[in-house]
């Protein structure tokens, strides 16, 4: 894709109709994302306001049809990639996504305009086993109305929050791609959580568990993930692996829960040895 990022950077009117037409098409708007991001990191805010305003139109188009995802994802990645700009950390843009994505859930946005009872009620009456079981949660006084709003809201925000970071990934890889070949799979198998910055994401969680805002604790692992995946990329590019690795390593963190949580505590590890400089100087 990258003749197609060349040319969406050759001016502002090219980078505003793709990303208007990216957030436009059904399934598509992660390209807007993308694009928005990308314009943002090589320009900054400022400059990148015409294209992020070109992709929000559309995306909002979509919030009045009932899908928040769309104009969600593109300003979460805007505020990812004004982040990483200034900064130039992953793991700091990272955190700041995940502190935005859980406030979006905290807000409610992510909860059908109609409340969830005429979810649940569905459920009943198409699924007599989840009847059952909400009846039997109901009578151990948990509060289903309750439970249902996290659930939907944190699986959105999930969803959200992971592809805000694909944008941003794809917009980094682009801009490495035209300006500074190679940079990319550099800067990310470098990218590793600073001790710090465990401790603001267990300060984020320990916040959210005191004042009860579920919606803080229910993200904070993500870039502890993608911290992570970047440790697996990092180990096998030192070592010279064959591509098929990686292949095998996504199947196995997208189809077993095990490979999720030994990727969290290898990365949990990772900010204090600092796996890949060992291995580095051992070579």
Same mark, same amino acid.
């Given at each position: 894709?990258l003749?197609?990022?060349?040319w969406?950077? %050759?001016?502002?009117?090219? @980078?505003?109709?793709? @990303?208007a037409?990216?957030?436009? /098409? $059904?399934? #598509?708007?992660?390209?807007? &994302?993308?694009i928005a991001?990308?314009v943002?990191?090589?320009?900054?805010?400022?400059?990148?306001?015409? /294209?992020?305003v070109?992709?929000?139109?559309?995306?909002?188009?979509?919030?009045?049809?009932?899908?928040?995802?769309?104009?969600?994802s593109v300003?979460?990645?805007?505020?990812? @990639?004004?982040?990483?700009?200034?900064?130039?950390?992953?793991?700091? &843009?990272?955190?700041?996504?995940?502190?935005?994505?859980a406030?979006?859930?905290?807000?409610g946005?992510?909860?059908?305009?109609g +409340?969830?009872e005429?979810? #649940?009620? %569905?459920?009943?009456?198409? &699924? $007599?086993?989840?009847?059952?079981?909400?009846?039997?949660?109901a009578? %151990?006084?948990?509060?289903?109305?309750?439970l &249902?709003?996290?659930?939907?809201?944190? /699986?959105?925000?999930?969803? !959200?929050?992971?592809?805000?970071?694909?944008?941003?990934?794809l917009?980094?890889?682009? %801009?490495?791609?035209?300006?500074?070949?190679?940079g990319?799979r550099e800067?990310?198998?470098? #990218?590793?959580?600073?001790?710090?910055?465990?401790?603001?994401?267990?300060?984020?969680?320990?916040?959210?568990?005191?004042l009860?805002?579920?919606g803080? +604790?229910?993200?904070?692992?993500? $870039?502890?993930? !993608?911290?992570?995946?970047?440790? !697996?990329h990092?180990f096998?590019?030192?070592?010279?692996m064959?591509?098929?690795?990686?292949?095998?390593?996504?199947?196995l963190l997208?189809f077993?829960?095990?490979?999720?949580?030994?990727?969290?505590? /290898?990365?949990?590890?990772?900010?204090?040895?600092?796996?890949?400089?060992?291995?580095?100087?051992?070579?």
């Amino acid at each position: 894709m990258l003749p197609v990022a060349r040319w969406l950077m %050759q001016g502002l009117p090219q @980078a505003t109709i793709g @990303a208007a037409v990216g957030t436009l /098409v $059904p399934w #598509l708007f992660w390209l807007g &994302a993308a694009i928005a991001a990308l314009v943002t990191l090589r320009r900054g805010l400022s400059s990148a306001l015409p /294209v992020i305003v070109a992709a929000a139109l559309p995306a909002g188009w979509w919030w009045s049809q009932g899908d928040v995802i769309p104009l969600s994802s593109v300003l979460l990645v805007t505020l990812m @990639a004004v982040v990483l700009r200034s900064r130039m950390r992953w793991s700091e &843009a990272l955190i700041i996504g995940a502190l935005g994505g859980a406030l979006m859930i905290q807000s409610g946005i992510f909860l059908p305009p109609g +409340g969830v009872e005429p979810l #649940l009620e %569905q459920l009943r009456q198409g &699924a $007599p086993e989840i009847a059952a079981m909400l009846d039997d949660m109901a009578s %151990q006084g948990v509060d289903t109305r309750q439970l &249902a709003n996290l659930l939907i809201g944190g /699986v959105t925000g999930l969803v !959200v929050l992971l592809v805000a970071v694909g944008c941003l990934a794809l917009a980094r890889a682009w %801009q490495a791609g035209l300006y500074n070949p190679g940079g990319f799979r550099e800067e990310f198998h470098a #990218l590793r959580l600073a001790p710090r910055e465990l401790l603001v994401l267990l300060g984020i969680g320990l916040v959210g568990l005191v004042l009860n805002l579920p919606g803080l +604790g229910m993200l904070v692992w993500v $870039p502890l993930l !993608v911290a992570g995946i970047a440790l !697996v990329h990092g180990f096998i590019g030192l070592k010279g692996m064959h591509g098929l690795w990686l292949g095998i390593f996504y199947v196995l963190l997208i189809f077993t829960w095990p490979m999720i949580l030994i990727v969290l505590l /290898v990365a949990l590890l990772d900010s204090f040895a600092d796996f890949r400089a060992r291995l580095g100087r051992g070579n």
